[in-house]
C-alpha cells in the first residue's frame, strides 16, 4: 500500500515518469477527464489500475500514446484509421484496431482481447509525460469504480488518495466528457460509446458509422466477433483433481494437484495483483489443440480475485455458437 499520494505540479514530470517506469500509478490530466496512468507494457501495473479502481471486472483500457508513430508499434492502421487519426488526434477519439503482431501492451489491458483502444490525448501535460516515460500508458478515468470520472487534481485526491503514487496536477479538465471510442477492427465503423467526437464528424472522413448495438450491415472480421476473451479450449473452475488431458491453472501456496499434462501457475505465492497480471497470457498459453481442457483451481472472491473469478466464470459459461 501506498499511504501518501504525491501532488505534483508540471515541474516534476520526470519524476512522475520515473515512478510509471517502475510500475507505479500516477494520475494526470487529460483534456477529458484525469486519467488513472500506468505502463501499459508491464503487465503488474496494469494489474494495480484494476486494484486501485476497485473494478470488479476486467474491461479493455485505453492505452494512450504521445504520437502517431508510437501508435503504429502498438496496433495495425489502415487507410480508415490513418485517415481519422490524422483529422482528430490529439483529441478525445480512441481508435478500437487490431493489436500488431508484436504489440509490447499488455494482454490484460486490453482484457485478453486481439484489439486495442488507442488515443493520443490534446493536453499538453499528457504529451509531455508520456514523452518522458517513452513507454505507453494504459489510463481509465481516475475514479474508483462506480463514481464520477475526475476533473481537477483535487477530485483524483479525494477519490484514490493514499493508493496510487502521485498525481499531477494540470488543473481543471476542459472536456470533463470521455473519448469516443470508435471500432475500426472491423469492416464496418462502429461508435462503441459516444464522446467528446461526434458521429457526425466521424461520418464526414468515413461515410456511414453504425452506433453500438446497432445490426451489421457488415461481416467483421474473423476473430474479432468476441466482445470478451475465452479460450477455445473448454474451463472447469474450483479444479482440485486432474481428468484425462486437461492442464492446470494452478494458485495458490500449496503444491498443485498432480496428473494434469502440464500446469501454469497464476501465482505460486497466493497474490492476487500477480495473478490478475498473469491471467490472459496464461490462458493464452494453455488454449492449444493437444490440451483437452484448463482446469483451475479455487481462487478466492476478494480483491482483484473478484474480477478474475468474473473473468473465468463467463470464459466457462456454453458458448452460444
Ligand atoms: P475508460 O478507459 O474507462 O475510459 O473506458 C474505456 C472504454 O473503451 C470502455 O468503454 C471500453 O469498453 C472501451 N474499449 C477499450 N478497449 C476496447 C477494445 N479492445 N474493444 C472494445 N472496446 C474497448
Ligand atoms: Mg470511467
Same mark, same amino acid.
Given at each position: 500500500?501506498?499511504?501518501?499520494?504525491?501532488?505534483?505540479?508540471?515541474?516534476?514530470?520526470?519524476?512522475?515518469?520515473?515512478?510509471?517506469?517502475?510500475?507505479?500509478?500516477?494520475?494526470?490530466?487529460?483534456?477529458?477527464?484525469?486519467?488513472?496512468?500506468?505502463?501499459?507494457?508491464? !503487465?503488474?501495473?496494469?494489474?494495480?489500475?484494476?486494484?486501485?479502481?476497485?473494478?470488479?471486472?476486467?474491461?479493455?483500457?485505453?492505452?494512450?500514446?504521445? !504520437?502517431?508513430?508510437?501508435?503504429?508499434?502498438?496496433?495495425?492502421?489502415?487507410? $480508415?484509421?490513418?485517415?481519422?487519426?490524422?483529422?482528430?488526434? &490529439?483529441?478525445?477519439?480512441?481508435?478500437?484496431?487490431?493489436?500488431?503482431?508484436?504489440?509490447?501492451? *499488455?494482454?490484460?489491458?486490453?482484457?485478453?482481447? !486481439?484489439?486495442?483502444?488507442?488515443?493520443?490525448?490534446?493536453?499538453?501535460?499528457?504529451?509531455?509525460?508520456?514523452?518522458?516515460?517513452?513507454?505507453?500508458?494504459?489510463?481509465?478515468?481516475?475514479?474508483?469504480?462506480?463514481?464520477?470520472?475526475?476533473?481537477?487534481?483535487?477530485?483524483?485526491?479525494? +477519490?484514490?488518495?493514499?493508493?496510487?503514487?502521485?498525481?499531477?496536477?494540470?488543473?481543471? @479538465?476542459?472536456?470533463?466528457?470521455? *473519448?469516443?471510442?470508435?471500432?475500426? @477492427?472491423?469492416?464496418?465503423?462502429?461508435?462503441?460509446?459516444?464522446?467528446?467526437?461526434?458521429?457526425?464528424?466521424? +461520418?464526414?472522413?468515413?461515410?456511414?458509422?453504425?452506433?453500438?448495438?446497432?445490426?451489421?450491415?457488415?461481416?467483421? @472480421? &474473423?476473430?474479432?466477433?468476441? *466482445?470478451?476473451?475465452?479460450? +477455445?479450449?473448454?474451463?472447469?473452475?474450483?479444479?482440485?483433481?486432474?481428468?484425462?488431458?486437461?492442464?492446470?491453472?494452478?494458485?495458490?501456496?500449496?503444491?498443485?494437484?498432480?496428473?494434469?499434462?502440464?500446469?501454469?501457475?497464476?501465482? $505460486?505465492?497466493?497474490?492476487?495483483?500477480?495473478?490478475?497480471?498473469?491471467?490472459?497470457?496464461?490462458?493464452?498459453?494453455?488454449?492449444?489443440?493437444?490440451?483437452?481442457?484448463?482446469?483451475?483451481?479455487?481462487?478466492?472472491?476478494?480483491?482483484?480475485?473478484?474480477?478474475?473469478?468474473?473473468?473465468?466464470?463467463?470464459?466457462?459459461?456454453?458458448?452460444? *455458437?
Amino acid at each position: 500500500m501506498i499511504p501518501v499520494t504525491a501532488l505534483w505540479s508540471a515541474d516534476r514530470i520526470e519524476d512522475a515518469a520515473k515512478v510509471l517506469r517502475s510500475g507505479e500509478l500516477v494520475a494526470f490530466p487529460t483534456e477529458t477527464v484525469y486519467g488513472l496512468g500506468g505502463d501499459a507494457t508491464n !503487465d503488474l501495473a496494469v494489474a494495480r489500475i484494476f486494484e486501485a479502481k476497485g473494478r470488479p471486472r476486467f474491461n479493455p483500457l485505453i492505452t494512450h500514446v504521445p !504520437d502517431l508513430t508510437a501508435a503504429r508499434d502498438l496496433a495495425v492502421f489502415d487507410a $480508415r484509421a490513418e485517415r481519422v487519426a490524422r483529422e482528430f488526434w &490529439p483529441g478525445p477519439l480512441s481508435l478500437v484496431l487490431p493489436r500488431a503482431p508484436n504489440s509490447p501492451v *499488455s494482454l490484460l489491458a486490453s482484457a485478453g482481447l !486481439d484489439t486495442l483502444a488507442i488515443r493520443m490525448p490534446a493536453h499538453p501535460l499528457a504529451l509531455a509525460l508520456l514523452r518522458a516515460t517513452g513507454r505507453p500508458l494504459a489510463a481509465p478515468s481516475a475514479n474508483r469504480s462506480g463514481r464520477l470520472s475526475p476533473t481537477s487534481a483535487g477530485d483524483v485526491m479525494a +477519490e484514490l488518495g493514499g493508493r496510487i503514487a502521485a498525481v499531477l496536477d494540470g488543473g481543471r @479538465s476542459a472536456v470533463g466528457i470521455e *473519448s469516443t471510442v470508435l471500432d475500426l @477492427s472491423g469492416a464496418e465503423p462502429r461508435v462503441l460509446r459516444p464522446g467528446g467526437v461526434a458521429t457526425e464528424a466521424l +461520418e464526414k472522413l468515413l461515410g456511414h458509422v453504425a452506433a453500438a448495438g446497432a445490426p451489421s450491415e457488415a461481416p467483421r @472480421s &474473423p476473430g474479432m466477433l468476441a *466482445s470478451h476473451y475465452a479460450p +477455445e479450449r473448454p474451463l472447469r473452475l474450483e479444479a482440485r483433481d486432474a481428468r484425462p488431458g486437461e492442464a492446470l491453472l494452478a494458485f495458490g501456496l500449496g503444491p498443485a494437484p498432480k496428473g494434469f499434462r502440464e500446469v501454469r501457475w497464476l501465482s $505460486r505465492s497466493g497474490d492476487l495483483m500477480e495473478a490478475a497480471a498473469n491471467l490472459f497470457a496464461a490462458l493464452r498459453a494453455l488454449d492449444r489443440p493437444e490440451v483437452a481442457g484448463i482446469a483451475v483451481m479455487p481462487i478466492p472472491e476478494r480483491g482483484l480475485g473478484v474480477a478474475i473469478n468474473d473473468r473465468l466464470r463467463r470464459a466457462a459459461a456454453p458458448r452460444l *455458437s
